[in-house]
């Protein structure tokens, strides 16, 4: 077999490339803040920490698309990542821990490969979470426990039809002998007329131990845009048995985040959320939120089962605007927890957050 040289081959991939009509774009948020919390041990003491910031992990990303004729276009993401505060991966070895796919898309939607959010998240960030599941342990607990933000080794799709918006997915286990074990299966709805959206889904994740081990979690979320205020609503139930939730539910340095739960024991949550964006100026934009969760068969597996427990937090954010890709803003932050759901917190039964910071979009 003839041999190509390989800067004729790498000469014919680039004009091949420019004749497909490509594009590829590097995109990129920076966010840090200063932040204090007044309690961030076991003794319960005070800590200023500098960190990523309120809303927006700190990433870096690479997208692209090629058009392959006829309306369908081969389409791409990898996306990385990174601690503000110090430089280090978010995911410490993993470079695109955010996402890493591959795919098609066109008029019948978008069909994906790769580690990718899935589609519960995809529903709570993009249209119905008030914060879009802020990246603080202390405002994001419930959005990310139920979602579980993303997962490797999937296969999505999502379309568009009209107001319908529709995502599905399913991730393999990759268990030799098992298509169950370590598997994962999502299904989202959303339906827009006007100002007025519903949405809703549906997520399950079994175990890569046990098949019957899995942690399930439903959802029914409604917003409303009145000028400019919108208005967030929504519903978790989630019943795990994989022993997850904890470590998603549970701040840094908690009992809970530390040591995760007992594999076999089944916790139920049913969570509500409240929350309201209000536009003030084109430079000011103000959000609160609140979040309720009544907790049963809390496990933690150095402590055992703690039984039933409650948590709520409120969360304010003020943002400002210095251009179209520089904002700084303030936010506060109060969580409280009684019984079971202490495990969850550090130190006290009641954590106050307060921060300041930037961030760039690029």
Same mark, same amino acid.
């Given at each position: ?6 800067? #004729? ?9 420019? $004749? ?11 966010? !840090?803040?200063?932040? /204090? ?10 800590? &200023? ?39 280090? $991966?978010?995911?410490?070895? *993993?470079? &695109?821990?955010?996402?890493? /796919?591959?795919?098609?898309?066109? %008029? &019948? ?8 959010? !899935?589609?519960? @998240? ?19 607990? $419930? ?61 399950? !994740? ?19 845009? #009145? ?16 022993? !997850?939730?904890?470590?998603? &539910?549970?701040?840094?340095? %908690? *009992? ?16 509500? @959320? ?10 000011? %934009? ?25 948590? /709520? ?29 202490? %495990?969850?917190? *550090? ?16």
């Amino acid at each position: 077999m003839k041999k190509i040289p390989l800067l #004729l081959a790498a000469a014919g991939l680039v004009s091949g490339s420019a $004749m497909a009509q490509t594009s590829v774009t590097i995109y990129g948020i920076v966010d !840090t803040s200063i932040r /204090y919390l007044s309690s961030d041990n076991a003794a319960g003491q005070k800590n &200023f920490i500098v960190t990523n910031g309120a809303i927006s992990n700190s990433r870096l990303g690479f997208k692209g698309s090629e058009d392959l004729g006829g309306g369908l276009k081969a389409i791409f993401r990898l996306e990385n990542g990174f601690n503000s505060d110090n430089g280090g $991966m978010a995911s410490p070895g *993993v470079l &695109f821990s955010r996402q890493s /796919y591959v795919g098609l898309s066109g %008029s &019948f939607g978008q069909v994906t490969v790769g580690r990718q959010q !899935t589609p519960l @998240f995809d529903l709570m960030a993009d249209h119905f979470d008030p914060l879009t599941v802020g990246n603080y342990d202390q405002n994001a607990w $419930m959005p990310a426990g139920a979602t579980l933000v993303r997962n490797s080794n999937m296969l999505k799709y999502y379309g568009t039809f009209g107001g319908l918006a529709a995502g599905v997915s399913y991730a393999a286990g990759e268990k030799a002998g098992s298509v169950k074990l370590g598997s994962q299966i999502g299904g989202t709805l959303a339906y827009t007329a006007g100002p007025f959206a519903i949405g809703g889904g549906f997520q399950q !994740t079994v175990s890569p131990t046990n098949s019957d081990w899995k942690d399930t979690a439903y959802n029914l979320s409604l917003s409303y845009t #009145l000028g400019a205020a919108k208005l967030f609503g929504g519903y978790y139930r989630i019943k795990d048995s994989t022993g !997850t939730t904890p470590a998603y &539910f549970g701040v840094s340095n %908690s *009992v809970a985040a530390i040591n995760g739960g007992i594999a076999g024991v089944e916790r139920k949550d049913d969570a509500y @959320f409240l929350g309201a964006t209000y536009q003030a100026t084109p430079a000011w %934009s103000l959000t609160a939120a609140g979040y309720y969760d009544k907790s049963k068969n809390v496990t933690v597996a150095t402590l055992g089962n703690l039984g039933d427990g409650t948590r /709520y937090a409120l969360v304010g954010v003020a943002e400002y605007a210095l251009s179209k890709r520089t904002q700084v803003y303030g936010t506060v932050d109060y969580n409280k927890a009684k019984n079971a759901a202490l %495990s969850e917190l *550090v130190g006290k039964d009641s954590v106050t957050g307060v921060a300041v910071g930037i961030r760039h979009i690029f």
